[in-house]
């Protein structure tokens, strides 16, 4: 039941803070600055995210191996290549780090 509870929670008070951006949104004003900083901090979270999921798994730092795999597939997407051959890649150097003992 406490779940129940815990969800229904969540669900009012993020409606509230959707509801709220909606409601204010003519009546706040953001500094010139905070206009442009506000589309960074969206790419600041999701690389956040990222090197999260990327370096860590259960609390605990995983290796070098998929790390170095994020990295080139990174590198590979922001070089413009092919969705197919960033996975590949970064698959076949993580694996391949593994492979060499790599952890």
Known sequence: MTLVIVI???AVGTFALRLGGAVLRGRVTLPGWARRLLPLSA??????L??????????SFVGV???AG??????LAWRRAP????VVAAAVVAAGLRLLGVP
């Open 65 to 67: 191996a998929r790390p």
């Open 70 to 75: 994020v990295l080139v597939g990174a590198v």
């Open 83 to 86: 969705f197919i051959a960033v």
């Open 50 to 59: 990222a090197a999260t999921a990327a370096c860590t798994d259960g609390g």
């Open 43 to 48: 790419i600041a979270l999701l690389a956040a």
């Open 8 to 10: 229904g929670l969540l």
